[in-house]
C-alpha cells in the first residue's frame, strides 16, 4: 500500500483471489503496508495415532499432526469445545498419552463419569475424580503443588528459571465437560464448592505456567457464562471442533475469529488457534485420527502410567 486510492482495495480481494486461484484461503493478515492473503497449496497430513515401542518424549514439543506443534511451556493451557460426537473426549484421550510420555503428572476430572472416569483402575483414586467433591480436592491438590513448586523455586531462586530448570516435570489436569461440573451447582452448598474450585481453576490458568502446571478443560458450549473472555485468552491452544456457530466461534476465539467460514465434514476436524504461532487467525485443522481397530488405548495407556499413580 502506498497512500492512493486503491489501498482499501487491497485490503478487501479475499473473493476474487480466492475464485482466480480456485483455492480456498487460509488467512489474511492484514499490515500497515501491505496486506497477506495466504493460500495452502500442499494440504497439511492428518496423524494417524498407531501404537508404537514403549519411548519417552524428552522434549517439551508435541506433534499434534497437520502441521502443529505444541509446547505447553510456549503456550500453555488447552480449550477443547464442540457439540457431542465432535471428538473431543478422542483428543484429550491423544493428549494425555502425550502428556504422560513427556513424564506429566496427570489429574483427572471427569464430571460425566464417562472415557476419563473409568480411568481411576489405572490411575488410582487420588488422580481421578467424577463427583464435584473429588473434583475439588483434585484441583486443591494440583493447587497446592502448584503453590509449593512456587516456594521451592523463590527459596531456590535462579532469575529467569521455571519449573524444568529446577528439575520439575508439568502437572496436567485434564478436565472433562467443564459445563456438566459447573451443573451440579443448585443448591448453596454445591454452589460454594463449585465457585471455590472455579476459583482455583482460575489461578492455575493465570499463575501455572512458570511452575509448569497446566490444565486442558473441554466443553460442549464455551461462553462467557463458563468461562469469562479474559481467562479464555489465557488458553494458548484453543480448538473447536465439529460445525459450531458463528457465535460458538466468536465465544472461543473473540477477534481470532476466521472472517471465511470453513467447511467442517471429517470426524475430529474443526479449528485451531494457537497463541504465538504468527497466525492471527484459527485455522482449519483436523486432529489425530485414531483407528480403535489398530490402536488400543488402554493397552498404550499402560505403558507409560507411572508406578505411584497405583498407590
Ligand atoms: N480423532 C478421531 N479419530 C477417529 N474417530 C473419531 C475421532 N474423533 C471422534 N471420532 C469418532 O466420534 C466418536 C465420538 O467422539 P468423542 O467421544 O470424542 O466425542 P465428544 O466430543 O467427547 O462427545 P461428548 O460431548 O458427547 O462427550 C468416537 O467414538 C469416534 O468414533
Ligand atoms: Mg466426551
Redesign the pocket.
Known amino acids: 500500500m502506498s497512500g492512493n486510492y486503491f489501498d482499501n482495495k487491497i485490503q478487501h480481494l479475499d473473493v476474487e483471489l480466492q475464485g482466480l486461484l480456485d483455492l480456498p484461503m487460509v488467512e489474511k493478515i492484514i499490515c500497515h503496508n501491505a496486506t497477506e492473503y495466504n493460500f495452502r497449496i500442499n494440504k497439511p497430513q492428518r496423524l494417524n495415532v498407531t501404537s508404537q515401542e514403549k519411548a519417552y518424549n524428552n522434549s517439551n514439543e508435541i506433534n499434534i499432526g497437520y502441521g502443529v506443534t505444541y509446547n505447553p511451556t510456549k503456550s500453555p493451557h488447552i480449550l477443547i469445545s ?10 484429550m484421550s ?1 493428549l494425555l498419552i502425550e502428556f504422560l510420555k513427556q513424564k506429566s503428572t496427570t489429574y483427572l476430572c471427569d464430571p ?1 463419569n ?2 476419563l472416569g473409568s480411568l481411576s483402575n489405572y490411575f488410582g483414586d487420588k488422580y481421578v475424580a467424577t463427583t464435584p467433591n473429588n473434583i475439588a480436592r483434585v484441583i486443591r491438590l494440583a493447587v497446592d503443588e502448584m503453590k509449593s513448586r512456587y516456594d521451592y523455586m523463590n527459596e531456590n531462586f535462579i532469575y529467569g528459571s521455571n519449573f524444568e530448570t529446577h528439575g520439575f516435570k508439568p502437572v496436567w489436569i485434564l478436565f ?2 467443564i459445563g456438566a461440573f459447573q451443573a451440579y451447582g443448585t443448591d448453596k452448598k454445591s454452589k460454594e464448592i463449585i465457585n471455590e474450585t472455579m476459583d482455583r481453576i482460575k489461578q492455575i490458568i493465570l499463575l501455572g505456567r512458570q511452575a509448569g502446571c497446566f490444565i486442558l478443560i ?1 466443553g ?1 458450549q464455551i461462553n462467557a457464562n463458563n468461562l469469562s473472555t479474559e481467562l479464555r485468552d489465557n488458553f494458548s491452544l484453543r480448538v473447536s ?1 465439529g460445525f459450531n456457530s458463528s457465535e460458538g466461534l466468536r465465544m472461543m476465539f473473540g477477534s481470532a475469529t476466521p472472517d471465511v467460514t470453513i467447511p467442517i465434514e471429517v ?2 476436524a474443526g479449528l485451531l488457534y494457537l497463541h504465538g504461532n504468527g497466525k492471527e487467525q484459527a485455522h482449519y485443522y483436523e ?6 481397530e489398530q490402536f488400543n488405548f488402554i493397552e498404550e495407556l499402560k505403558k507409560y502410567i507411572p508406578e505411584q499413580s497405583r498407590e
Open positions: 464442540g457439540g457431542t460426537g465432535s471428538g473431543k473426549s478422542m483428543f491423544f460425566k464417562s472415557d472433562d465437560e473441554t460442549q471442533l470426524k475430529g486432529s489425530p485420527y485414531i483407528d480403535s
